[in-house]
């Protein structure tokens, strides 16, 4: 079992990086930082397979978790960022306890799933069969997105679904679906939060948020609020905001 879910079983943080461009270099440098995990955005990005595949094999020598936001719902593209290394997926827009049962049946193969087998990278092309097979049901990070309202109205129903490891807001969408857009702290969209944090504590799910506009003390905000598996960020962002800073009052001196 990676650190990731290891330290959520714990009840500690998981910190994770969030990797934009799909490239390689960026996971490498952010995982040579420290993160827990980082995840590889597949939904809103031209990320592809190979791309995924490439960041899984620079991410070997480092003792990260690789996630991968997956588009959809969808066993199809679930099967294959396992295939090529991932140590879990995360699921956008599950709304209801059925697409929950998806999450976690396309994710683990039978008894407890219906991921088909391989041998594929992450079995080492067949010379590890055995082994993955056996640990990987156990192994397998399984976080569902709460991003809608009607997410948050099944969030008990959600979460009480076996094999759900971690609840993941996205607050950027939940907002969206509350007719209140990137109004991140208005009152209703903070409550919809607390209602999700609330639910995960009932079922013991770990809760988790994307702080997107990411700040040190944000991050340090939602550990204290009770969330434990937070993205910091984008790498996106990180560079606007160092090639920003960099270029601020010096643009005009050269
Ligand atoms: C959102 O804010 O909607 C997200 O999906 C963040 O990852
Ligand atoms: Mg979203």
């Not at 990086?17 to 590889?40: K, Q, R």
């Not at 008894?111 to 156990?138: C, K, L, T």
């Amino acid at each position: 079992m990676g650190q990731t879910k290891r330290k959520l079983r714990e009840g500690k943080p998981a910190l994770g990086g969030w990797v934009m461009t799909g490239h390689p270099v960026i996971a490498e440098l952010m995982a040579g930082e420290g993160f827990d995990w980082i995840c590889v955005d597949m939904e809103h990005t031209a990320t592809d397979y190979a791309s995924f595949q490439s960041v899984a094999q620079a991410l070997g020598r480092y003792d990260c978790d690789l996630l991968a936001r997956l588009q959809d719902c969808d066993p199809v593209q679930a099967k294959r960022v396992l295939d090529a290394g991932a140590d879990g997926i995360i699921v956008p827009m599950v709304n209801t306890a059925e697409q929950a049962r998806r999450a976690v049946a396309m994710a683990k193969f039978p008894p407890d799933g219906i991921r088909g087998v391989a041998f594929s990278r992450a079995s080492d092309y067949g010379r590890g069969f055995q082994e993955y097979v056996r640990d990987h049901n156990a192994n397998v990070i399984v976080a569902v997105m709460l991003e809608h309202i009607e997410g948050v109205r099944n969030a008990d129903a959600i979460l009480s679904t076996s094999g759900v490891d971690a609840a993941f807001i996205g607050p950027y969408d939940l907002s969206c679906s509350m007719g209140l857009p990137g109004q991140l702290d208005h009152p209703e969209v903070i409550s919809a939060q607390a209602e999700i944090l609330a639910a995960c504590l009932r079922h013991g799910v770990a809760p988790g948020l994307h702080v997107v506009q990411v700040a040190p003390e944000r991050i340090r905000r939602s550990i204290e609020q009770g969330f434990r598996f937070i993205a910091c960020g984008l790498d996106t962002e990180f560079i606007i905001h160092s090639s920003r800073a960099i270029l601020e009052g010096n643009r005009d001196n050269g």
